[in-house]
T-cell receptor, first 113, second 112 residues
Framework: SQTIHQWPATLVQPVGSPLSLECTVE??????LYWYRQAAGRGLQLLFY??????ISSEVPQNLSASRPQDRQFILSSKKLLLSDSGFYLC????????????FGPGTRLTVL | AQSVTQLGSHVSVSEGALVLLRCNYS??????LFWYVQYPNQGLQLLLK??????LVKGINGFEAEFKKSETSFHLTKPSAHMSDAAEYFC??????????FGKGTTLSVSS
């Protein structure tokens, strides 16, 4: 069966510091991968998605970036965090694109102080 | 453009009562619709998915949802609420694209 991991589970970072969140998927190959951010009272916002190694699409312009160095690894990064980057970050995968079901990881709670 | 509206950011029911969480969508073509549940500080878990095979979709934990094209609705129901159903519920739409468009969520509280 497929599993998706995210780490760290929680993170407290000062404004201006860098960020690296990691997501890995097991039990499947060539998945579509997604990063979402969930802010209080605002639902889920798609940040990035990837259909293959090195292929990243950005949905929202901001100071975050994503990379996919390996087939089942997806990384969310920032060079300098802002207060507004605080939130719950969720990684998800699907076997195909389009209407395929997306399955979510456990999430990372990021607090920027 | 697709969109999802969840009516009621907070719903409170008594244990054993009917659960009804409302979702309306906007889509120019037949959509794929989803309900997810999120427990505190956890990821989202798929409850059920509508793919046009049947208008009444049964999901996990006794939940079901009915697709009504004329009303552009996909409301989630459960006949009898349990304390363990307390969570946040998200409706989402996907129209042969890549992203899921989520509603803002409805928090369900269950009292004894």
């Amino acid at each position: 069966s497929q599993t998706i991991h995210q780490w760290p589970a929680t993170l407290v970072q000062p404004v201006g510091s860098p960020l690296s969140l990691e997501c890995t998927v097991e039990g499947t190959s060539n998945p579509n991968l997604y990063w979402y951010r969930q802010a209080a009272g605002r639902g889920l916002q798609l940040l990035f998605y990837s259909v293959g190694i090195g292929q990243i699409s950005s949905e929202v312009p901001q100071n975050l970036s994503a990379s996919r160095p390996q087939d089942r690894q997806f990384i969310l990064s920032s060079k300098k965090l802002l207060l507004s980057d605080s939130g719950f970050y969720l990684c998800a995968w699907s076997q195909g694109g389009g209407t395929d079901t997306q399955y979510f990881g456990p999430g990372t709670r990021l607090t920027v102080l | 453009a697709q969109s999802v509206t969840q009516l009621g950011s907070h719903v409170s029911v008594s244990e054993g009562a009917l659960v009804l969480l409302r979702c309306n969508y906007s889509s120019s073509v037949p959509p794929y619709l989803f309900w997810y549940v999120q427990y505190p500080n956890q990821g989202l878990q798929l409850l059920l998915k509508y793919t046009s095979a049947a208008t009444l979709v049964k999901g996990i934990n006794g939940f079901e949802a009915e697709f009504k094209k004329s009303e552009t609705s996909f409301h989630l129901t459960k006949p009898s609420a349990h304390m363990s159903d307390a969570a946040e519920y998200f409706c989402a739409v996907n129209q042969a694209g890549t992203a899921l468009i989520f509603g803002k969520g409805t928090t369900l509280s269950v009292s004894s």
